[in-house]
């Protein structure tokens, strides 16, 4: 330790940090955006948003529950865009 008027002592820790600045952790929001933008991007899919009455959401909850078979909402909805909407006639 010097004093103020000791020229000769130097200083073992420099006045700044020396591990630098450190990066801030990300937020659990930025987690989950990173973890779908790499989803999506490893299985080729694009989000599409739709609203829809609450009445109409619960049938399908129902609906995939019951007779899903394990699928999720996505793939039950992607199977009856395909059969039904985009199917050629």
Same mark, same amino acid.
């Given at each position: 330790?010097?004093?103020?008027? =000791?020229? /000769?002592? #130097? =200083? +073992?820790?420099?006045? &700044?940090?020396?591990? *630098?600045?450190?990066?801030?952790?990300?937020?659990? /929001?930025? +987690?989950?955006?990173?973890?779908?933008?790499? &989803?999506? !991007?490893?299985? *080729? %899919? /694009? !989000?599409?948003?739709? $609203?829809?009455?609450? =009445?109409?959401? !619960?049938?399908?909850?129902?609906? %995939?529950?019951?007779? *899903?078979? *394990?699928?999720?909402?996505? $793939?039950? #909805?992607? /199977? +009856?865009?395909?059969? $039904?909407?985009?199917?050629?006639?």
């Amino acid at each position: 330790m010097s004093t103020a008027t =000791d020229t /000769k002592t #130097i =200083d +073992l820790l420099p006045d &700044y940090d020396l591990a *630098g600045e450190r990066p801030r952790k990300p937020t659990s /929001k930025e +987690l989950a955006a990173e973890r779908a933008r790499r &989803y999506k !991007a490893a299985h *080729g %899919v /694009k !989000a599409f948003t739709v $609203q829809l009455p609450p =009445d109409l959401i !619960a049938e399908v909850d129902a609906f %995939v529950k019951l007779k *899903g078979k *394990g699928k999720t909402k996505s $793939q039950v #909805i992607e /199977k +009856l865009i395909r059969t $039904q909407l985009l199917r050629v006639r």
